[in-house]
């Protein structure tokens, strides 16, 4: 899979929890979320358009998060783990706001480091409880 069929599979899937997603499928779409983001923001700081600008990273973030998440968890059933790793770091997160419970943010990026190691690994070449395999090799054609 390359870059531009990822980008359009996690938008295409963008409310799909279930089933499984290559590394390449997850890493480009993460390169694509960043990147925006990241060109966004050199953007914005050159032109000092801060109120549309920041209003284009907002709503680029709000669009991209169920594809992102959607990646995430598929990604995660690859490698044979549960999805709700994910929705524990949003939770955290959202919780880590509250004042005097700053400490649930720590907890939040450890599990976030957990995540990111998990979706470096290699996904599970047979079926698992999550779905079918998806890289059986394909026969070529004459």
């Given at each position: 899979m390359n870059f531009i069929d990822a980008v359009k599979t996690c938008f295409k899937k963008y409310a799909n929890f279930e089933g499984r997603a290559a590394?390449?499928?997850f890493w480009y779409f993460v390169l694509?979320?960043?990147?925006?983001?990241?060109?966004?923001?050199?953007?914005?700081?050159?032109?000092?358009?801060?109120?549309?600008?920041?209003?284009?990273?907002?709503?680029?973030?709000?669009?991209?998060?169920?594809?992102?998440?959607?990646?995430?968890?598929?990604?995660?059933?690859?490698?044979?783990?549960?999805g709700y790793w994910v929705g524990i770091v949003l939770i955290a997160s959202v919780v880590s706001r509250i004042p005097g419970l700053y400490f649930v943010?720590?907890?939040?990026?450890?599990?976030?480091?957990?995540?990111?190691?998990?979706?470096?690994?290699?996904?599970?070449?047979?079926n698992n409880r999550f779905g079918k395999n998806i890289y059986k090799k394909r026969k070529k054609r004459r």
């Open positions: 590394r390449p499928e694509f979320y960043y990147a925006v983001l990241f060109l966004s923001g050199i953007f914005i700081s050159q032109t000092e358009l801060y109120g549309p600008g920041l209003i284009f990273i907002f709503a680029f973030a709000l669009i991209a998060l169920f594809p992102f998440l959607g990646v995430a968890v598929r990604r995660l059933h690859d490698v044979n783990q549960p943010g720590i907890i939040s990026l450890v599990i976030n480091v957990i995540i990111l190691i998990l979706c470096a690994q290699d996904g599970d070449k047979k």
